[in-house]
């Protein structure tokens, strides 16, 4: 499934394979290229959502956004790498008022290692964009009208992990 590419292993083991590469005196330039590619993903979901945004005439600027899932991949606690705080931290640059809410994640790390208090449970109708950035079980079994019903009137739901049938979200990844 398409996503934000993080964690561990997958995050990390090209930059390990690229330096032993180089060490040897061969540039890995697809490595290099898949990772510049991997690591400017917030930027480009983040601009997608600004568009989206500004074609259903809602300010961004001041706008709240709700991120649903901070861990790097579903059904796991794990933060290590996660890139999901790479969509915050874009966000931020908008004036954005960003919640992020993931029920797997304790509290005490996110705010340790990233700076990021998650939210207890997020309020209906409140957002004017939800981003499906996580597709942990609790998540996927809400379903689109669940989780539409976080938004405002008018907000823009953002799938990125593909787990809601295409008509019912309005950007995909």
């Known amino acids: 499934r398409p996503g934000l590419v993080g964690g561990h292993c997958i995050g990390v083991d090209p930059y390990y394979l690229t330096h032993k590469a180089q060490a040897i005196g061969y540039h890995p330039e697809i490595i290099l290229a898949g990772r510049r590619l991997n690591d400017s993903m917030g930027g480009y979901v983040v601009s997608q959502l600004v568009k989206a945004m500004t074609k259903q005439r809602i300010y961004v600027e001041g706008a709240r956004v709700l991120v649903m899932g901070l861990t790097f ?75 539409r019903k976080l938004g405002k009137a008018k907000h823009i739901l953002y799938d990125l992990k593909y787990v809601l049938p295409a008509d019912a979200a309005d950007i995909r990844l």
């Open 73 to 147: 991949k579903e059904n796991c606690p794990d933060l290590r790498n996660t890139r999901v705080v790479d969509i915050v931290k874009e966000l931020g640059e908008y004036n954005v008022a960003v919640d992020v809410y993931d029920p797997w994640v304790e509290k005490e790390e996110a705010e340790h290692e990233y700076g990021i208090t998650p939210i207890e449970s997020p309020e209906a109708g409140k957002y004017d964009a939800v981003i499906l950035a996580v597709s942990h079980d609790e998540f996927v079994k809400m379903g689109a009208a669940e989780i």
